[in-house]
């Protein structure tokens, strides 16, 4: 990149205009109360506590040497009408546009997407200002992994499609997302997309794979907590002396673990269940031996 164009771009800093302030981490108490502010961090608490895509990520991050802290890796701030959240590489913060996320939903799939930029600038030595290969490839996991195009978000969208219709959508998303924070060509965008997607399309860490719903990514987060799938294939590798273990193997044997995990909890709902009741029948028999 020539000096010239590096003056030029600024990165899509003004779609964040609070970046440019020298203290946007903490905002005043006033802020905190009667602005989007207070409504932003309600809505992240939640995210991070309860959504399964976010607790994978958070869960992976740590594991690589990455500990995220909500008070200092997370910013709720104003932005530009057209962008909800971003990741600032120079400080390794996750921008949360407060006046634009107003639906938990929302505020749960860019805190997915972000932490996604943030688990790959753990993982690699992303080139963010200097890349677009770099820039373009962690766009495409983002918006693949993160249920940007997941089927109900592209019907809410009126995006309809059948054949290849989410790479459709990973690739769409991917050059939308370049082209707000680089001052590229459309033509350039999408090329760049191209020449990586097959490699990065396929690259599905730290789920394993494209996370379909939320139950797909509570069995992701429960398997890799517990390392009952990776404890597993290890096992099965040292017994059998197979090194390799094909994709479709392992893909079956994750269904396999999710499926097990909710025989558990059903099994332990319906103990639960026959517990009170047997609990409440020996008590209505006191009482009637009492009262006779």
Known sequence: MDQTKEQNDDYGYNLFPERKKSKYQKGSIGESLFTFSHKCQIMLHVAVETNPYAKVLLGALKNSGCAVYKDRHFSCEDCDGTVSGGFDATTSQIVLCQNNIHQQAHMNRVVTHELIHAFDHCRAHVDWFNNFKHLACSEIRAASLSGDCSFSNELARFNFGLKKHHQECVRDRATRSILAVR????????????????????????FGRIPHSKKDASCFEKSSSAKHAGTWLSWRRTQTGINHLSTEFQLGWELC??????????????????QQSRGAANADASKCRGSS
Do not use: G, M, N
């Open 183 to 206: 001052k590229i060509s459309k033509e350039d965008a999408v090329k760049t997309v191209d020449e990586v997607f097959d490699s990065c399309y396929s690259d599905h860490e730290p």
């Open 257 to 274: 673990f999710c499926f097990i995990l909710r025989i558990e909890r059903l099994t332990q709902y319906r103990h639960h269940v026959c």
